[in-house]
């Protein structure tokens, strides 16, 4: 049976779609390939998946109900790692209704459609670490206990809800789920909106880089990698029917900001001029990751420290972009 992966020209959707097909699986991706960043960079990520006899790629908006349940239904899929969103904290200040359409009846029409498959097994899906909201004194790291009752972004408040309408589709079909609160990731064919990747570009070209929250904040760096393994664990091991898991995905290794910057200064060969901002409206000081839950589900260990995976981001960005 087909796996359908959804958000597959995306930078996670890319990579969980390669390590399916890696060990055999046959994948179906879906994407809607909008100008959000770069299109280009999304046909590059599609371009290599097709090499690869057992991947199709299917261009479909997942609000698009009816298509996306005829899709379920002629692949007789029965696993959907469901990754397609509109991202973005600051982007959804700007453009709120493409929140509404990609998390909201885009995770929608996800659910329809595996309620209604015949011997569907598990819908793996794409939450956030935003839905925790700004917790001063992360120190300890977020649990999956935590409240998420005070998103400070519609981003985040898109995708708590995707988390509550998971639960209500659990309960009331007995749909088996696992909500994945990603914390940040990057790598090789990442997203240009990220900060480790607009950073390296200015750098590069010799502009100066803004660096908010005074550069006070810090991010659990997660390398792509490593997401993947939790990714494809969790799949492998689909909860209870009626139950909807949510687990916390990131390396629980957070890392200043200030940090980051340093460490990608050292894989450049060149030193950054930096102006210091305030912190933007919808971001938060601190995320942190506990994976105690995802460990001990699936042995999730994250291996690649950001001084490893940086290095790796910048020998593709060069590659890639000739730069």
Do not use: C
């Amino acid at each position: 049976m087909a796996i359908i992966v959804t958000g597959a020209a995306g930078f996670i959707g890319m990579h969980v779609a390669e390590r399916l097909l890696a060990r055999g699986e046959t994948v179906v991706g879906v994407d809607v390939f909008n100008d959000y960043y770069d299109p280009a960079l999304k046909d590059a990520r599609a371009a290599r998946l097709a090499a690869d006899a057992r991947f199709r790629m299917v261009r479909m908006d997942v609000a698009d109900a009816e298509a996306f349940a005829g899709l379920v239904r002629e692949t007789g899929a029965r696993r959907i790692v469901h990754l397609a969103a509109q991202a973005g904290v600051r982007y959804s200040l700007d453009n709120p209704f493409a929140y509404e359409r990609a998390n909201l009846a885009g995770h929608l029409s996800v659910l329809e459609a595996a309620r209604h498959a015949e011997g569907f097994e598990h819908l793996v899906y794409a939450s956030s670490s935003s839905v925790y909201g700004d917790r001063p004194g992360a120190g300890e790291g977020f649990t999956e206990d935590d409240a998420a009752a005070e998103p400070v972004s519609l981003y985040a408040a898109t995708k708590r809800a995707g988390e509550l309408m998971s639960f209500s589709y659990a309960k009331l079909y007995g749909l088996p789920q696992t909500g994945l609160r990603f914390f940040t990731v990057y790598g090789p064919w990442g997203r240009p909106d990220m900060a480790y990747f607009s950073f390296t570009r200015k750098i590069l070209a010799g502009e100066p880089i803004e660096v908010y929250g005074q550069g006070r904040m810090a991010r659990d760096f997660t390398y792509v990698d490593d997401i993947v393994d939790g990714i494809v664990g969790a799949l492998d091991r689909p909860p209870e029917p009626g139950v909807n898991r949510i687990l916390n995905i990131g390396d629980s290794r957070p890392v200043g900001l200030m940090d980051m910057i340093a460490t990608l200064e050292t894989a450049l060969g060149r030193e950054a001029e930096k102006i210091l901002r305030p912190m933007q409206p919808g971001d938060v000081t601190t995320t942190y990751a506990d994976v105690s839950k995802l460990a001990a589900l699936t042995g999730y260990a994250p291996k690649v420290p950001i001084e490893e995976g940086l290095p790796r981001f910048v020998e593709w960005y060069r590659g890639f972009y000739g730069a």
